[in-house]
């Protein structure tokens, strides 16, 4: 029996001395719960400890295959740059050595789930009718990792029952919190909760919060309520699991998370399970379909 890969979480790191002990304390849950795989975690910037401290400890412990998985909810330059950079520059260091990569986190459905109890926490005996939702993002200078916050705050939306679902972003990338929340007023919103799409607590998600209490001191008008960061929930553990396993079988997939045909996503139930059949584009020039074929074969290779 082979060993299986030892585990690597690479963080973003944070100036937030609670942040980055919330990030290390989940590394050691995570290490609790799988006794006999080996765990270690670091960070990319900001916070100790590095991830090269991570790598060096783990091929200490004499591990020559690991998994990494980035403890991040969406896709920015650290998951495609920085990550792969340090994780080359490891290899250089400890010849012999081998990885795989898993996915960013996001935005899955069961962190959504968690994200709805979040929400759950502070409506109180509001009507989720009545209750736009400004999720917000830590924002990025890659337009991809922004429209990643999009797509999260849209299935969101999806069958849950909120009145919407508006985006913001903290740093880097507009909206910003305060152009996020006059947008909801501006779409008539009366009643908005505010949700940070953070997976810990930190300097970020901090400003989140005071940014949103300095609006709605400015505007009575409008009931304002701040709900809490992901947390180091049980989904949030298994769904790293998950990303390791995909990682150590190579089973990097299109956006399967979010299929109606795998997961039961509120309201679209019936789908899952359903056959694929490729359908045709009527818009489709016609020419293609006397070699036997046709462009609208999109078999959905789940």
């Known amino acids: 029996m082979t060993t299986p890969p030892a585990l690597l979480i690479a963080g973003h790191g944070t100036r937030d001395d609670a942040g980055a002990e919330a990030f290390r304390d989940f590394v050691r849950e995570l290490g609790r719960r799988h006794p ?3 765990v270690a975690g670091g960070f990319i910037e900001l916070s100790p400890p590095p991830l090269g401290d991570a790598v ?3 091929v200490q412990q004499g591990v ?10 969406v896709s920015a330059g650290h998951a495609k740059g ?4 340090a994780l080359a520059r490891e290899k ?10 898993g996915r960013p986190l996001g935005p899955h459905p069961s962190l959504l789930n968690v ?6 926490a502070v409506l109180g005996d509001w009507d989720r009718a009545e209750v736009t939702v400004l999720l917000v993002g830590r924002g990025s200078t890659d337009p991809d990792a922004n429209a990643e916050v999009h797509k999260a705050a849209r299935l969101l939306w999806e069958g849950r029952g909120y009145a919407g679902v508006e985006t913001a972003f903290v740093s880097l990338a507009a909206p910003d919190v305060p152009s ?10 009366r009643k908005v909760v505010v949700l940070p799409y953070f997976l810990f607590t930190g300097i970020l998600p901090d400003r989140v919060k005071a940014q949103t209490e300095e609006w709605a001191a400015a505007r009575p ?25 995909e990682a150590v079988k190579g089973d990097l997939r299109m956006n399967c998370d979010s299929c109606v045909y795998r997961i039961a996503l509120p309201g679209f139930e019936d789908k899952v399970g359903l056959p694929q059949q490729p359908h045709f584009h009527p818009d489709d020039d016609g020419h293609h379909h006397h070699h036997g074929h046709h462009h609208g074969a999109h078999s959905h290779a789940h």
Request: glycine share 6%.
């Open 56 to 58: 060096t400890e783990l």
């Open 92 to 101: 250089e260091r400890h010849p012999g050595i081998s990885y795989t990569y």
């Open 64 to 73: 020559r295959r690991f998994a990494a998985v980035p403890l991040m909810l």
């Open 82 to 85: 920085d990550i792969p950079a």
């Open 221 to 245: 008008e409008v009931a304002v309520a701040s709900a809490e960061v992901i947390g180091p929930e049980p989904e949030l553990l298994d769904l790293v699991m998950e990303r390791y396993e």
């Open 180 to 189: 996020g929340l006059d947008r909801c007023a501006k779409l008539g919103a």
């Open 36 to 38: 006999d795989l080996p």
């Open 115 to 120: 994200l709805e109890r979040r929400l759950e």
